[in-house]
Structures are given as C-alpha cells and as structure tokens.
C-alpha cells in the first residue's frame, strides 16, 4: 500500500501528469466544484492492506516495519480487522508521516472533507498530532469520524475530546431499527411526555455531544449486517412489499426531519435489498431505472418519490437543519415534535401503530412549558398548517392545538403558514 499514490482509476486524460499524482485528484476536485458538489476522501490510518511479497520488496515503502504493533521482533501483528496489519500510532515517527501525509493530500488535491475510518482503533497519540497540525490550520476542512458503536458516551468522546466536527450516528440508527422495523416504543427515541420517572431516549442523550446537529444519520450502511429493507422484510414478510414500503418510508421521514444530517448510501433511494457483507455492497440495479433516472418498479419509484420530497421540504426548511427539536407527544406508538428556526415551523406526526389511531390526538402547543412564548405567539397568529407531503390538505390549530388522526404507519409533516 502507498499513501502517496492515486489510484489508477481516477487518472484524468491530462497526460502531462505523471502517473499516480495527487494533482489528477485536483482534477476532479475542481470540476465537482464548479457543480457545487464536496469531496470527502476517505483515509484510513489504524492499518494497511494485506501484507505480501510485493509490499515487502516494494521499492517506495515509507511505511517502517517497527511502526506496527508487534508481538516479536520482525512479526507484524495482525488486527482483528480482516487480518489487516495493525499501524502502531503511538510511535510519534508513524504518527509523524502520517499527519504530513494527510496534509499532503489537503494541499495538493483540494478535498473538503475527511472520513476517517475505523476511529476507535487509532491509539490517541494520533489525535493530538492531528489536531495540531490538521485542524489547527485547516479548520474548514471537515473531519468525519467512523465507529460503528452504538453507545452514545463511546463515540461522543470524538467530538467533545478530539475535535470531531461529525461521525455516523449508530446509536440513533440502533433505535430507528428497533422502533420502526421491530415494533419497540417509540420512547426509545425520546422521552414520554406524560412520564412521571426518569426516563431517556436516545435524543435525551444528545447533551453528551458537542453538536448532535451536525451527526450523520442514516438507514444503511456498507459496515451494518442487512440493509434496512432487507430487515423489514424479514421481519414482516417478504410478500407484503405495501406495508415493507410504509414502515421504510415512515423511517426516512423521521431521518429527514430529526435533528442530524441524513445520509443517503446508494440504493436507499429504491429500497434495494442486501444480506450481509457482501452482499449489502451489492451493484446498483442500474437496469431498473428508465432513459429518465427513475425507477421502473412501482415500489420503488414509491420509495424515490417519497424522497425527492423529502429533499425538498429538508432543502426549503431552515427549522429541519438548524431549528431546535421540541417534543410535543410521545407514546408507545405516536410521536409529534416540532422544528423551529426564526419562525420557520414544522411539525411532524408520526403513528408507528399498525392501525389507524382509535380516536384523535389533541396536540397542545400553549401549554409545553419547553416552547418559547414567541413561537406560542406565532402559532397563534398563523393557524394554518399546510401537510408538505401532501399539498391539498391543511390543518388549523384552535388556541395552539392540533388535532390529528392518522392511519397505521403514517406520517405528516405539517408547515405553519404565514
């Protein structure tokens, strides 16, 4: 493995570049640019590839063999990793080439992000090193952590103590699953309303976090066993694709309006299946779209258009990136929350039950002692409530009070006019 070298792939057709050369990643960095499109690189610094013959001889070898972790001299350990050969960074010379090398990378090749791969195996010496001199000079260049653990006080640690501006939120993806595909309560997500002891969700705990904003969250993931529609169907059935299709477009529109930014891995967009590694790294199903980009199956071009709009209403709504999260009501089975930025109102209203909601939910704003009195004051200035998922219908709230009534596994996400 060289650190120092492009993959042959992203060679651009500038021949005066010689071969391998960070300035073909330049190349491609400054035409996603000019789309309005980020580049993140992903770098890994806790192992190398698999060890052989070829790396052994391999003339440019920067990497020493008493930079690893070794359990006899000359015998590199192999980490639980897939066997990979485990990188020693609490030897400053390791640690050393590799902070110089990821700014090599920064200043030749223009990304602007990092997502730094298995966070949890890279001793802390690392840390401070890169702090140092990466985020000390290039505080606009994104670090993006990735540790797949599900407890929150385990990956918080990279924000609070390393300087982590984002990492994938597992933890919230673990209650997603739970809540959306197996039936748990939805006060794994949150705290009861009407709860007299004390009781947290998994957004309770957002306080250990630097900025729980900016985590990224999501639905599947290349490291995670299944992907998300795979589990639904093996939970529900794979012959009822209707009821597959609510209870994943239901989790997308909590993941789209929760706090957090939402990933999207390829071929959630579909709903594409996929078992374990490898199988959840499985091709794009390219063949099942149309000369216009759109699925052809109707159950998936279901899942597509339920995104697009989505996209939409997250893209047009300052109070889903930036506002606070206001739990309005919360029980086992429905979950009513409010976004809020400078006037700009959402509220959304989830029932995960299977049946239609025995008899309608007084949803009361005036009298949540969390809600500010200008946001009071502007719900009841401005009634109306128009459903972004669905622009004919609308709702007007009576003395800062919703009343809401849906079917099973339906969602609406209600916008406060002006």
Known sequence: MDFDKIDPHLHSKNSSIKNNSKKHLKILSDELHKAGIKLILDMVVNHTGYHNNSYNTYPNKKIKNEWFNTEEAGNMTKSRL????????SNVDAVDYLVNNILSWIEESGIDAIRMDTVKHVENTFWYFFKSYVKGKYRDITLIGEDLEYDVKAISKYQKDH???????FPLYQKIRDVFI???????????RLQNKEREGIL????????ANRLITLLDNHDLDNRFM??????????DKERANKIFK??????FTTRGIPQIYYGTEIGLEGNKDPDNRRDMPWKNFDNNNIPKETYQKEIFEHLKKLIKIRKENESITYG???????????????REFQGNTIIVIINNGLGKMPYPLQISMNTNTNIPNRIKENIKTNKIFKNLLDKDAEKESTNGKLEIQLEGKEVVIHKLTD
């Open 204 to 211: 309770d705990l957002d306080r250990h976090y630097t900025n």
């Open 182 to 192: 197996y039936g748990e309560s939805l006060a794994l997500i949150a705290r009861p």
């Open 230 to 239: 795979t589990k639904i169907l093996n939970r529900w059935g794979y012959w």
């Open 82 to 89: 897939c066997g990979l050969p485990d990188i020693n960074c």
């Open 163 to 169: 300087d982590f501006d984002t990492l994938f939120d």
């Open 250 to 255: 239901l989790a997308l529109s909590f993941l």
């Open 324 to 338: 606070y999260l206001f739990t309005l009501y919360l029980d086992k089975y429905i979950y009513a929350y409010m």
